[in-house]
């Protein structure tokens, strides 16, 4: 049955048309998420009133292909320039920018490339064989369970980052705090808006990324740049052995950590990177390492973005509940061709799902083909002269953030948040708490609230719900080898 | 650097608090909108004075100039208040000159640099992803 499925799906895939429309989706994907600030979004936006005129399969294949050539394609920036193409990206800038720094930013963009091929093809593996038994996983998460997992989350970030734990407990709160600025979901009542209309709607990650990230760099470190070359080299692209081995074994795991976090509706693919980044962080024998060009920073969270970026389309299509904004877009492919997501679409449209199987494989293959030769050139772009790069940015930034909603509010948000991102690095404030935060603050306060409510409908206790049980278990470990090093540290001291 | 940084948390535990105020607080099985707010602005408030009080850990300055950060804000806002009058074009022929003006040593090979930038941006904002800027003021062109 399995292998008549894939026979169906390569069937429709391996037609010249389908490829060439794989090719240029992936393409347009990679050069559009090079762009600081311009991610899929917009990429997919621009493409939907184009699908009007296709037949519904080249439609769906280009915009999958622009979808996870985009993904990539923001890594790019984020390792070269400390500037994340889309949120995702955002948590490949804390090692592989560094990376750069360092004279190894071929080696990040190179592993940042593999990895997210191996994120993909295992996130088709795994959507593969666990297809149908996917949306069974998907019940057995509630608004508890998506609570306490991102709990942990939070926890993690700020008591396993060895710099001053205070400052990371407060940056997650004041993330927090941020993220829920903006009308309230369940009342529609507007919250901390500190009297300014435009934050009715709340802050936009995009404005608040980049100002963060990259104009916070910019403005923190322009005095210090080389005007006519710079004086950071790329160096090799190929890592050595024990790089790789690191790599590949990292990769795995954010893989692993995407798939699952893909296939979850209302995460994506920014909760799945930073998810994969805690974990290597928690597990890894190189933990000091983190922050400072850590290549499992790289390949984890790549993994990771690249795996739930290809299993968000099980619940899309399999539920019809699009996981994040990008699905709501191929949804909405989906329905202008007359076909309704949903548990028949399986059955009454295999074909899709399947063609759509075997072109995340064969994508995947184009964008390392088309990717590793290329590394030499994007490499290049660190050796651009001040004169010629930096007014650039600056203006591809503001160009880039205003045109996500063409709103002039959105470049006051980024002169903000860069101004925020500059007192950070001068106070000597680690920024990933304070993203996290905001990523995670708003999703966990609604499952709090719909957790508590729903249990006061039955009589199950909340924390004897098996992976919530699990969760604060790990949490209260975390908390307690925390406790542990640190009173070593003391009687070190002393 | 530690004190100040306390401070700074404690302030602004303090904006969100107030804004939070009066914001229903709701039951704890059925919770307002001001509960969840109000709470971490609080902690953050409490957090923010441990660590003003707190021994001094010490951190790593980073020096920036003041003239490169102020016109490198001046290049944004400028951007911001021209680019739904002015057109695409003469935003970029001002964000490029600003933003060279950040180093004015640089200031060289200008002319190169922004005819590049600015058919780029024409190729890739306008045509490419269609995005909805003018190309030149409404004044000018209709």
């Known amino acids: 049955m399995l292998l008549e499925n894939l026979a169906l799906g390569l069937d429709t895939m391996l037609t010249a048309t389908n490829l060439?429309?794989?090719?240029?989706?992936?393409?347009?994907g990679t050069l559009v998420g090079v762009i600081p600030g311009l991610g899929s979004m917009i990429a997919m936006s621009m493409f939907l009133p184009l699908s009007y005129h296709m037949d519904l399969i080249p439609a769906l294949i280009t915009m999958a292909g622009i979808y996870y050539g985009s993904q990539y394609g923001g890594s790019i920036t984020a390792t070269l320039l400390n500037m994340p193409g889309h949120p995702a990206s955002a948590v490949t800038c804390l090692d592989a920018y560094p990376m750069t720094q360092q004279g190894r930013g071929g080696v990040a963009l190179a592993t940042a490339a593999v990895a997210s091929f191996m994120g993909g093809i295992l996130a088709v593996i795994v959507m593969v064989i666990l297809g149908s038994y996917m949306t069974h996983i998907v019940f057995m998460f509630g608004p508890a369970e998506y609570f306490s997992v991102m709990l942990l989350g939070l926890v993690a970030v700020s008591i396993l980052e060895r710099t001053n734990l205070l400052a990371n407990i407060s940056m997650v709160m004041l993330g927090i705090l941020f993220g829920l600025i903006g009308t309230d979901i369940h009342t529609g009542q507007p919250r901390l808006t500190f009297g300014i209309e435009q934050l009715g709607s709340g802050i936009h990650i995009i404005p608040m990324i980049m100002g963060l990230f990259g104009l916070g760099e910019m403005l923190c470190r322009i005095s210090d740049y080389d005007i006519r070359s710079r004086s950071t080299h790329a160096g090799r692209w190929i890592p050595t052995r024990l790089e790789t081995v690191r790599a590949v074994k990292s990769g795995l795991r954010g893989s692993a950590i995407g798939s699952v976090f893909g296939a979850l509706p209302g995460t994506g693919c920014t909760i799945a990177s930073f998810a994969s980044y805690m974990w290597e962080k928690m597990t890894s024998r190189h933990a000091h390492e983190f922050g400072r060009g850590a290549i499992e920073g790289v390949a984890g969270p790549e993994a990771a973005n690249n795996a739930a970026s290809q299993t968000a389309f099980v619940p899309t299509l399999t539920l019809g509940v699009p996981g994040d904004p990008m699905m709501i877009l191929i949804m909405a492919l989906l329905l202008i061709q007359g076909i309704s997501p949903g548990p028949t679409l399986m059955i009454d449209h295999a074909n899709i799902f399947w063609t759509l199987v075997v072109c995340f494989v064969i994508g995947n293959v184009m964008l390392l083909i088309l990717n590793l030769p290329l590394i030499k050139m994007w490499t290049s772009i660190v050796n651009i002269p001040y004169v010629v790069l930096y007014p650039t940015i600056v203006f591809v930034m503001c160009t880039g953030v205003y045109a996500v909603n063409n709103n002039i509010f959105d470049i006051v948000s980024l002169v903000f948040f860069g101004?925020?991102?500059?007192?950070?690095?001068?106070?000597?404030?680690?920024?990933?708490?304070?993203?996290?935060?905001?990523?995670?603050?708003?999703?966990m306060e609604d499952n709090l609230r719909r957790a508590l409510l729903l249990a006061s409908y039955s009589d199950e206790f909340v924390f004897t719900r098996p992976i919530v049980a699990v969760t604060i278990g790990l949490i209260i470990m975390l908390v307690m080898i925390r406790a542990i090093f640190t009173r070593k540290k003391v009687y070190a001291q002393h | 650097m530690q004190r100040l940084s306390g401070l700074i948390v404690t302030l602004l535990g303090v904006a969100f608090l107030h804004q939070s105020w009066n914001l229903n607080w709701g039951t704890v099985t059925k919770l307002g909108p001001g509960f969840w707010p109000s709470g971490l602005?609080?902690?953050?408030?409490?957090?923010?004075?441990?660590?003003?009080?707190?021994?001094?850990?010490?951190?790593?300055?980073?020096?920036?100039?003041?003239?490169?950060?102020?016109?490198?804000?001046?290049?944004?806002?400028?951007?911001?208040?021209?680019?739904?009058?002015?057109?695409?074009?003469?935003?970029?022929?001002?964000?490029?000159?600003?933003?060279?003006?950040?180093?004015?040593?640089?200031?060289?090979?200008?002319?190169?640099?922004?005819?590049?930038?600015?058919?780029?941006?024409?190729?890739?904002?306008?045509?490419?992803?269609?995005?909805?800027?003018?190309?030149?003021?409404?004044?000018?062109?209709?």
């Open chain 1, 20 to 28: 060439t429309w794989c090719l240029l989706g992936v393409t347009i």
């Open chain 2, 41 to 142: 602005a609080f902690s953050l408030i409490v957090i923010g004075i441990v660590s003003a009080l707190s021994p001094k850990i010490s951190s790593k300055y980073q020096s920036f100039k003041l003239w490169s950060t102020l016109t490198l804000l001046v290049t944004i806002i400028g951007y911001a208040y021209l680019v739904t009058w002015a057109g695409l074009i003469l935003t970029a022929l001002f964000s490029l000159l600003t933003a060279l003006m950040a180093r004015l040593d640089s200031v060289d090979g200008t002319t190169f640099v922004i005819a590049g930038v600015v058919l780029y941006s024409v190729l890739a904002f306008l045509i490419l992803l269609g995005i909805d800027i003018p190309l030149w003021p409404p004044s000018i062109c209709c």
């Open chain 1, 419 to 443: 101004l925020f991102g500059l007192m950070m690095r001068q106070l000597g404030i680690n920024a990933t708490p304070f993203v996290l935060g905001f990523v995670l603050g708003a999703p």
